[in-house]
T-cell receptor, first 114, second 111 residues
Framework: ETGVTQTPRHLVMGMTNKKSLKCEQH?????MYWYKQSAKKPLELMFV???????ENNSVPSRFSPECPNSSHLFLHLHTLQPEDSALYLC?????????????FGNGTRLTVT | GESVGLHLPTLSVQEGDNSIINCAYS??????FIWYKQESGKGPQFIID?????DKRQGQRVTVLLNKTVKHLSLQIAATQPGDSAVYFC??????????FGKGTRLSVIA
């Protein structure tokens, strides 16, 4: 149990589908993050929320849409994805957004776009 | 680890020996550094962190060393065990910059 739970663990979707990834943290943290981990690149930061407010969007295409209804839950809504979007999507949380507050990761959702 | 496909540096170590994993960081303004361990099928797991006002920090069987002069970070694992086999990432952050991860090093422990 990592304290950060992601569902589903695996997802296969077509390019015209709409799906959502869910993340829930049980650590009482105030910042939440989405990262993308692909086979050919290091971990890439996508979005950051601090106290439910989006503080960073790291030039992510609009086909990825985050939602943070409260400090414990984070969603990533997906639509009209491309095959190159296939990757492991990792959610993380930290006490606050900032130096000295390490990130705690979930085990990710393995996404395959066909 | 989940970075299969990347050309990761690999370190092979005999069980019981000490391991040293190195990381060069790029941003001289970074003042916070973290080491993560990622096992196959799992997300990165926090190991140890260090602020730039320190040059050494110890945990259970692990030590992180920071050399700000040459922008170098290392993770030392004492008495390496098979369960230590994983991909290890260093990450750096500054007051105004988010956490940036390195490419990772794959540690293989030979029993």
């Amino acid at each position: 149990e990592t304290g950060v739970t992601q569902t589903p663990r695996h997802l296969v979707m077509g390019m015209t589908n709409k799906k959502s990834l869910k993340c829930e943290q049980h650590l009482g943290h105030n910042a939440m993050y989405w990262y993308k981990q692909s086979a050919k690149k290091p971990l890439e930061l996508m979005f950051v929320y601090n106290f439910k407010e989006q503080t960073e969007n790291n030039s992510v295409p609009s086909r990825f849409s985050p939602e943070c209804p409260n400090s414990s839950h984070l969603f990533l809504h997906l639509h009209t994805l491309q095959p190159e979007d296939s990757a492991l999507y990792l959610c993380a949380s930290s006490q606050v957004r900032g130096v000295g507050s390490p990130l705690h990761f979930g085990n990710g959702t393995r996404l395959t776009v066909t | 680890g989940e970075s299969v496909g990347l050309h990761l540096p690999t370190l092979s170590v005999q069980e019981g020996d000490n391991s040293i994993i190195n990381c060069a960081y790029s941003n001289s303004a970074s003042d916070y550094f973290i080491w993560y361990k990622q096992e196959s099928g799992k997300g990165p797991q926090f190991i140890i962190d260090i602020r730039s006002n320190m040059d050494k920090r110890q945990g259970q069987r692990v030590t992180v060393l920071l050399n700000k002069t040459v922008k170098h970070l290392s993770l030392q694992i004492a008495a390496t065990q098979p369960g230590d086999s994983a991909v290890y990432f260093c990450a750096e952050a500054g007051e105004n910059t988010p956490l940036v991860f390195g490419k990772g090093t794959r540690l293989s422990v030979i029993a």
